[in-house]
């Protein structure tokens, strides 16, 4: 027995991450979220060439695929990288077939071989983060399809908010930044009350303070993985979508595990709420109706039996009517062939990371 449902939608990943799998172990074992970004995906971002990261979105996006995500918005970040990433992140989505929103996160973290894990919202913009920018507009402009990214205001200054947010409203879209993530993001929502639109994506929002405009992001593997604490994303009155951070975009997968994990918060939720965080990334992809998947269960489009049945697998899919995937597998490209070529990517990378 098969049913099918429409394509589902990604809300927040870092297709750059995919390669991270196997990447050498920190000298030091972090400690807190902080030392995490700092020993772990700081390092990882920053030693990102075009090629890897072509490998490393294709691979990712390609996943997404054969697990019924037909659209992904990314947030991206390659300090050494900078022009022309978004590009390569588009390329290798639309050879994969996989819709993009796309946007390169804008820090003041990084400028001129200097890294820093706090930003002083007081200093003057850096050279990084005005690189990031440049990037962000040019492939606005150019008829890319995204937003302006942001990492997050703890290592940003007040005048690199403000540009973002001004470069947005530009570009008539919104802003796609972490928000709260961790306790040393915890002055956030002080610093982008004034900013925020309806049309933001805010993602984590697990230390946020106040209500701010704009659709919550929650990532609930991810929150866990990181021990950053539980979002709770009910307690606001937002649109929430669920989002992977990188962690794959299995978003089947993703919902139950958010399922869960707000039973465990309270106990009278049912998945129906989760099932509507799934729904809800769509109007950033109105097109997306077009898409269908085939599953492997006869019942997945019910919130109680998708919840609690394991074992449900992707077994078709079709993009604006095409069949791209069949039986499990896609049929307009070599899947093996990615993941040889991401292995390489990733043995390349991972020599670089053990060298630092």
């Not at 099918?4 to 870092?14: M, N």
């Not at 993530?181 to 049309?199: C, I, P, T, V």
């Not at 990615?338 to 043995?347: G, H, P």
Request: net charge negative; proline share 4%; with cysteine.
């Amino acid at each position: 027995m098969s049913f099918q449902t429409q394509g589902l939608v990604c809300a927040h990943h870092h297709l750059y991450s995919s390669l991270a799998r196997g990447m050498p172990a920190p000298e030091v074992t972090p400690h807190s979220f902080l030392s995490i970004l700092e020993n772990v995906w700081w390092k990882l971002d920053v030693a990102l060439d075009l090629d890897t990261l072509y490998w490393s979105a294709a691979l990712g996006a390609a996943e997404a695929l054969c697990n019924g995500t037909t659209a992904i918005i990314d947030h991206h970040e390659s300090p050494m990288a900078i022009d022309g990433s978004l590009d390569v992140i588009a390329d290798a989505c639309s050879m994969v077939g996989v819709k993009a929103n796309l946007s390169y996160g804008v820090t003041d973290r990084w400028d001129h071989s200097t890294i820093r894990s706090k930003v002083s919202p007081l200093s003057p913009m850096t050279d990084g983060a005005k690189r990031g920018l440049r990037e962000n507009e040019r492939f606005l402009r150019a008829g890319g399809r995204g937003m302006v990214g942001v990492h997050a205001s703890f290592t940003c200054t007040d005048e690199t908010l403000d540009g973002a947010a001004s470069l947005a409203d530009s570009m008539k879209t919104g802003v796609h930044i972490h928000v709260a993530e961790g306790l040393d993001d915890k002055d956030s929502g002080a610093r982008l009350q004034n900013l925020a639109k309806d049309n933001w994506l805010l993602v984590h929002a697990v230390h946020l303070d106040r209500p701010l405009p704009g659709t919550i992001v929650h990532n609930p593997r991810s929150n866990m993985n990181n021990s950053v604490g539980y979002a709770n994303p009910v307690r606001f009155s937002n649109d929430i979508a669920l989002g992977t951070d990188g962690i794959g975009a299995d978003m089947l997968e993703e919902a139950r595990l958010a399922y869960v994990r707000l039973r465990e918060s309270d106990v009278t939720q049912t998945p129906e709420t989760v099932w509507q965080w799934l729904r809800n990334a769509e109007k950033f992809f109105p097109e997306i109706g077009k898409d269908s998947v085939t599953w492997s269960y006869d019942n997945v489009d019910s919130p109680w039996h998708a919840a609690f049945t394991p074992g449900i697998r992707c077994v078709e899919v079709r993009v604006d009517g095409n069949l791209v995937v069949d039986n499990g597998k896609p049929t307009h490209f070599d899947m093996n062939e990615i993941r040889s070529k991401a292995f390489e990517a990733a043995t390349k990378l991972h020599k670089k990371l053990a060298l630092r």
